[in-house]
């Protein structure tokens, strides 16, 4: 099992910037992909972005060049840099790990909003 705990998540202005946090625990050794997926109300849970355990990532166009997303294997944590933030990036955000099994954190909510 892996345990997934989130943090970072807030209220922003629009342009601004965020830093979410997933940390992991349990068995970490399993772990391979690490990513953020979101959810905003009415629509489907879809990918933001995804790092492997060799470092190879990927993103959704509506994060390339706004989201970085990276991770720190010593302390089992992801981690996505928000900037240039939108209305529209308003969203519950949830890690997302591979291992032996797929696991969800509890979310994290964002809400940009002047």
């Known amino acids: 099992q892996v345990q997934l705990v989130e943090s970072g998540g807030g209220l922003v202005q629009p342009g601004g910037s965020l830093r979410l946090s997933c940390a992991a625990s349990?068995?970490?050794?399993?772990?391979?992909?690490m990513g953020w997926y979101r959810q905003a109300p009415g629509k489907q849970r879809e990918l933001v972005a995804e790092i492997s355990s060799s470092g190879r990532t990927n993103y959704a166009d509506s994060a390339k060049g706004r989201f970085t997303i990276s991770r720190d294997s010593a302390k089992n944590t992801v981690y996505l840099q928000m900037n240039s933030l939108k209305f529209e990036d308003t969203a519950v955000y949830y890690c997302?790990?591979?291992?032996?099994?797929?696991?969800w954190g509890q979310g994290t909510q964002v809400t940009v909003s002047s």
């Open positions: 997302k790990v591979i291992g032996w099994s797929i696991y």
């Open positions: 349990g068995s970490i050794f399993s772990i391979n992909t």
